[in-house]
Structure formats: structure tokens, C-alpha cells
């Protein structure tokens, strides 16, 4: 697994969010390229995810893209594949990414599961940074004090010694969850003073569960028929 960039910004914030619960995480950043219009600088390399290029009016789109937004000097890395097995090497990635770029500070976007649907996606925040709290605590985010968090969100905030802050948004669907999408991006515009409008993600909510429940099914689908490879190459 590597890290291919065509261009190296310094010191900016990186915003990741994989396909978990609800693919929440997917559904912001993808909101966020769309919203900042945000350039492709490169991706990360791995032979252990099947190759796959999805396209999308006319455009290729990588597995594990990294897109910059010069304005607010923010690197966005778009995940549209399964990672399942790959959580430490992809939490090692990100580390070594922020290593790189010398970072200021990992913000993962993560849905947490929830029985009970609400009018109103709860949000929740955790940090590793006195200061960032304080910037959380500004604007009335309570922390997030019980939970078990899976995936390459763990990973990092298992083994991050630098600033690290987690935005955990409920969602009760493992379909794609727009609302809860929307609540991570009025976070994120609090914490960062983005000003961007996370409504017209509400109003397009649609469209955007289709097309990221589309290009999802259509990684499966690959995956499945590279097995079917593999094992007719073996038998």
C-alpha cells in the first residue's frame, strides 16, 4: 500500500470518512468535493483491494482518492471501497499521509448505529487535543463519553500522537443516511468556519444515496468477479 500525490500541500487538515454505517463518512466527503470543488492530487495504491475503476459522468473514480481544497488548505481523501481486512495498513496510510503533508489535524467522519430513528441526527465529537475540544465546546457538541468504534477510525485513534478529532453522527439505517451526512457537514462548517450550506445535501439526498449506493454495488460486483477469477484460475 502507497501513497501516490502529484501535488504536496503543507500543513493542511485532513477530512477522511470510509464506507461505514450509513456511509456516512463516504456521503460528506463526497458532498464536500462537489461543494469546494475540490482537485484530484492523487490516491492511495493498494494490491490488496481488487482493481477497479468506477466511472462516473465520464470520469474515473479511484477506489481511494485524495482531492485538495486550496481555499480552506484541506485534503480530502474519498473512499469507494470495502476495507474490510485492511483497517491497520489503511490506518498506517493515513498516519504516514499526515506525516508527509505535515499535518495539522485527522478528522474522521464516522455513523454510529442507532435503534431508534429520530427527526434529528444526534452528532458527538472525541479528540486527543485540549484545544480542539475547546473549539467543539464552542458551539455546544457534547462528546462522545460511551461507544465501541470498529474500523480504520479506531486504528487511528489507537495510534495518533498528533491531532486527531472524530465527528460520530447516529444513524439507524445501514442504507446510505443523507440526514445523518448532513449533520456531520454543519459540524464540520462549525469546526472549521466553512461556510458551506449542508441543506441543499438534504434536497439532493436522492441523488446522492443513488449515486454512492450505485458505484458501492458496483465495487461489490468487481470484487465478486475477481474472486470467480481467482478461483477458475485454481480450478
Known amino acids: 500500500m502507497k501513497i501516490v500525490l502529484k501535488k504536496k500541500p503543507k500543513n493542511p487538515i485532513i477530512i477522511e470518512g470510509f464506507p ?3 456511509l456516512v463518512g463516504t456521503i460528506t ?24 475503476a468506477a466511472i462516473h459522468e465520464s ?12 481555499k480552506n488548505n484541506m485534503v480530502i481523501l474519498h473512499v469507494m471501497t470495502n476495507v474490510k481486512g485492511l483497517e491497520w ?12 503533508l505535515d499535518a495539522k489535524e485527522i478528522i474522521s467522519i464516522e455513523g454510529v448505529g442507532t435503534p431508534i430513528p429520530s427527526e434529528e441526527s444526534n452528532s458527538y465529537y472525541y479528540t486527543n487535543s485540549e ?23 479506531a486504528t487511528l485513534m489507537l495510534q495518533a500522537k498528533d491531532d486527531l478529532s472524530c465527528v460520530f453522527v447516529e444513524t439507524h439505517s445501514q442504507l446510505p443516511d ?3 451526512a448532513a449533520k456531520a457537514i454543519e459540524v464540520l462548517d462549525k469546526y472549521l468556519g466553512l461556510k458551506i450550506d449542508y441543506k441543499p445535501l438534504l434536497k439532493q439526498a436522492e441523488k446522492f444515496e443513488a449515486k454512492i449506493k450505485n458505484l458501492m454495488e458496483q465495487g461489490a460486483v468487481a470484487t465478486d468477479e475477481q474472486k470467480k477469477k481467482q478461483l477458475s484460475y485454481v480450478g
Open 20 to 22: 461505514g454505517f450509513g
Open 29 to 52: 466527503t463526497e458532498f464536500l468535493l462537489n461543494e469546494l470543488k475540490a482537485e484530484n492530487i492523487g490516491y492511495i495504491k493498494s494490491d490488496d483491494v481488487p482493481p477497479m
Open 59 to 70: 470520469n474515473i473514480v479511484r477506489p481511494m482518492g485524495i482531492y485538495y481544497d486550496p
Open 89 to 100: 495498513k489503511v490506518g498506517d496510510i493515513l498516519l504516514e499521509l499526515a506525516k508527509e
Open 131 to 153: 484545544k480542539n475540544k475547546k473549539k467543539f465546546e464552542s458551539f455546544d457538541l457534547q462528546p462522545l463519553k460511551e461507544g465501541i468504534i470498529l474500523g480504520v477510525t
Open 178 to 180: 443523507s440526514k445523518a
